[in-house]
């Protein structure tokens, strides 16, 4: 027999980040009736972390990196492709400051037709 009110806030110890974080009595009781036993062992934040990077990839670590040299400052830096003799390389920083604009996230990544050129109309109008 068992109801709700036998359950009680655990505080349990996050295995990933190592916070502290409360596994509530609702949380218990909606666990148990999952037929759930064991008590989550990350905290919320980390749960939602690893669901949002368990996008189609399984842990995929591999990144290559290639040594190189900015071709700005000359530090000795990596990039995550071979560099190439004939396009510079730039250190994380000199690569931000080559940017020609921060990029902003626009709502509609359609490719543009041929020159829109002139007259833009922030109106939208009906077809
Ligand atoms: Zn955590
Ligand atoms: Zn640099």
Redesign the pocket.
């Known amino acids: 027999m068992m109801s709700n009110e036998d359950y009680q806030d655990r505080i349990l110890t ?1 295995r ?4 502290e ?1 409360t596994f509530t009595a609702g949380e218990q009781a909606f666990f148990a009736s999952k037929g759930l036993t064991n008590a989550p062992s ?2 919320p ?2 749960r939602s972390a690893r669901r949002n990077s368990q996008s189609g990839y399984s842990s995929r670590p591999r990144t290559e990196r290639y040594e190189a040299i900015c071709a700005e400052c000359g530090q000795p830096t990596s990039v995550p492709f071979m560099p190439r003799e004939d396009r510079p390389v730039y250190c994380d920083d000199c690569f931000q400051a080559h940017r020609p604009a921060p990029r902003t996230p626009r709502s509609g990544s359609y490719s543009g037709g041929r020159g829109n050129r002139g007259d833009y109309r922030e109106r939208r109008e009906r077809w």
Do not use: A, P
């Open positions: 996050c990933d980040c190592g916070n974080f990350r905290c934040s980390c």
